[in-house]
């Protein structure tokens, strides 16, 4: 309040009320009177004016309409208008009533307030429209007359998406900033409630389906889109209502994502990573789960990856009664555990350590006894495999092994293998080491353990996706870099990933390879387009794309489910389990497999202990005859377009 009396347009403002306190009283008894005064009614008005017009300023004062600033009047401000005013009217008729004034109508002090509220608020409004005139060049036509549709037709012309309170905010930033060189032609929103009418004098032409008539009607330059509440597919909808538009186009994100931080200073939107799935997220049924989690001793090796990492901190809404951590990294280990003490999880055991030490694990199997065991532990990073065999064979041939017959040993009840859909007819190392590691677990079948594995596809947002090193292109200006514009993948989120997981482990049959459906793969060249819109930005306009061939191991498709695998539907309708319809090794009896699986894998650790890539890719190869590594392509042109629709000449390295 002290700040206030320091401020000396507070005084002008509190005589410009005072002036209007006078006017309304006046105005009161004329309209009352029907403009017919007498000495009698100017001598009420001179009787009441110096106990109403102080009582009025008091009042407008104690409501706090001197404390915001009037070139920002707003809905709150009026709010605040009427509930002063009607303050006042209700002490007139107080004083009135109390003191038995005589001759005094008592719809006087209705007619006083109604009018106090009606010269004030259009005071506070002038003094509004006063400074949008002054700030914006385009004078009175910025306050929409008298044509708001023919304002700043030198600027850029552009339509709004989402008639909402995203749209409206954005069209009010155009009108009242004038640094913004456009021109709001309209909007279009898919909500029939909206359409044929305006926002701040805009039209609202009708749903999206007629934005390629509005844009050659109108000659519009570009398209906001501004729906922040917009699922994944809705805005891919949109997009690509858009994209045949041949008009650029962005997506803004809403005001409130830009106060609360999931968009940076760079202007980037935090783009959820399921919206680049095209298709709706798997919800997975978790019911049958807790009957073999909820009190049990649970070990999840690779417990600090992105994979075992959120696999945790699903396990731990199942109460298990003890939950082992086994990872490599001590970094990892240490965050994982960090994490699942905040979430309330006390019973945990930390083991830091390669699986492959046959030691370690069997003394970590018959320290803890666990009774169910998720194995997440594995190198994935297809390129880097190939140029470090050994480790391959290492971490996910010898560490599997190890950690499965630890589990036979030590009487494990359910033990579920993490695989890739990359074991499917492998062409990388990378590959061919899953599948090994699928077989290990088919060999083992019948050990009184239940073996399941999970076949994933690509798991956006893990370490080593595509994904976030598409964001940090982004965020640098671009390129974003893609290995070649026909390759395709099949994409899962992080959550999807674990509950899988989990999931297997409720199901019934042993030795299965459960898959989850997918959908169609997805084109790693549009999804790299959809995080750039989704980004706010425009591909191959602010943000390139860059071909640069295909990478050692890598295949321009992947499969779920090889040629000699059946796939048979479970209870629930979006997993499919894989069974094999022959064994693939080349032996002639199943109870051959096991003993001639071992001894190949032997054999296999001990050429790739030698240091030899290429004897360990041709042992592979008897393994796993299916495998065959790729031949990278070579440099070739592709003729690809732009988001204009103009040919471009893109480099394939």
């Not at 309409?65 to 509930?83: A, E, K, N, P």
């Not at 909808?237 to 809403?254: A, E, H, M, Q, W």
């Not at 006894?369 to 880097?384: I, L, N, S, T």
């Amino acid at each position: 309040m002290r700040t206030l009396f320091k401020n000396r347009r507070f005084y002008i403002m509190f005589l410009a009320d005072s002036m209007i306190f006078v006017v309304a009283l006046i105005g009161a008894f004329c309209l009352r009177m029907e403009f017919g005064l007498t000495s009698r009614e100017v001598h009420l008005v001179m009787q009441l004016a110096p106990v109403l017009i102080p009582v009025e300023a008091v009042v407008f004062l104690m409501f706090g309409l001197y404390r915001g600033m009037w070139r920002y009047t707003s809905v709150v401000d009026f709010w605040r208008l009427v509930q002063a005013c009607l303050f006042t009217m209700l002490l007139g008729f107080s004083y009135a009533f109390l003191f038995r004034l005589e001759g005094v109508p008592r719809s006087i002090f209705i007619l006083n307030g109604m009018l106090a509220f009606l010269l004030s608020g259009a005071l506070r409004m002038g003094i509004r429209t006063f400074y949008v005139v002054r700030t914006n060049p385009n004078g009175l036509k910025a306050c929409g007359l008298p044509d708001v549709r023919g304002w700043l037709r030198g600027g850029r012309r552009l339509i709004i998406i989402g008639a909402g309170a995203g749209g409206e905010k954005i069209l009010r930033e155009i009108i009242e900033n004038p640094q913004l060189d456009f021109c709001v032609v309209g909007f279009v929103d898919d909500d029939p409630a909206k359409h044929g009418r305006t926002v701040h004098g805009i039209p609202v032409f009708g749903g999206v389906a007629v934005l390629p008539d509005v844009i050659g009607k109108y000659n519009l330059d570009e398209i906001l889109i501004c729906i922040p509440s917009a699922s994944g597919a809705e805005l891919r909808r949109i997009i690509d209502v858009c994209k045949s538009c041949g008009v650029t186009y962005k997506t803004l994100p809403g005001i409130g994502e830009i106060v609360d931080g999931r968009v940076s200073i760079k202007k980037l939107r935090d783009v959820n990573y399921a919206d680049l799935l095209r298709r709706e997220p798997v919800k997975l049924d978790m019911a049958g789960i807790k009957d073999y989690l909820v009190g049990k001793t649970v070990l999840v090796t690779g417990c600090g990856g992105s994979i075992g990492s959120e696999l945790c901190r699903q396990l731990v809404r199942f109460s298990p009664g003890r939950l082992v951590l086994f990872d490599a990294s001590e970094e990892n280990l240490f965050n994982i555990e960090r994490e699942l003490l905040t979430l309330g999880c006390r019973n945990l055991e930390c083991v830091l350590g390669p699986v492959q030490k046959r030691e370690l694990t069997r003394d970590t199997f018959r320290r803890y006894r666990p009774q169910v065991v998720f194995h997440a532990a594995a190198y994935k990073h297809v390129p880097m495999l190939e140029h470090n065999c050994q480790i391959a064979i290492s971490n996910n041939v010898l560490g599997s092994q190890v950690v499965m017959e630890a589990a036979v040993e030590f009487g494990v009840r359910q033990f579920v293998l993490v695989s890739t859909d990359k074991a499917v007819r492998p062409t990388s190392v990378m590959g061919a080491t899953k599948r090994i590691s699928e077989l290990i677990m088919q060999s083992l079948r019948g050990r009184g353990t239940q073996f399941k594995a999970v076949r994933f596809g690509n798991v956006v947002g893990s370490s080593g996706s595509v994904i976030p090193i598409f964001r940090r292109q982004i965020e640098t200006g671009g390129p974003v870099t893609v290995t070649h514009p026909d390759i395709t993948r099949y994409f899962m989120t992080i959550p999807e990933a674990a509950q899988l997981i989990l999931q297997a482990g409720a199901l019934a049959e042993e030795g299965d390879i459960y898959i989850l459906e997918m959908g169609t793969p997805v084109k790693i060249c549009e999804m790299a387009r959809d995080l750039i819109r989704l980004s706010g930005k425009v591909p191959e306009t602010e943000i390139e794309i860059e071909f640069t061939g295909l990478r050692p191991g890598e295949k321009l498709h992947e499969e779920l489910v090889t040629q000699n695998e059946d796939v048979i539907r479970t209870r629930h309708e979006k997993i499919m389990v894989v069974r094999s319809n022959g064994i693939t090794c080349k032996v002639d009896k199943h109870e051959d497999f096991g003993e001639y699986l071992m001894r190949h894998i032997e054999e296999l650790v001990r050429i790739a202990d030698l240091q030899d890539s290429g004897a360990v890719r041709r042992k592979l190869g008897e393994i796993v005859p299916e495998y065959g590594p790729q031949a990278l392509e070579p440099l070739v042109k592709v003729q690809t377009a732009n988001s204009n629709g103009n040919g471009q000449e893109l480099k394939v390295a």
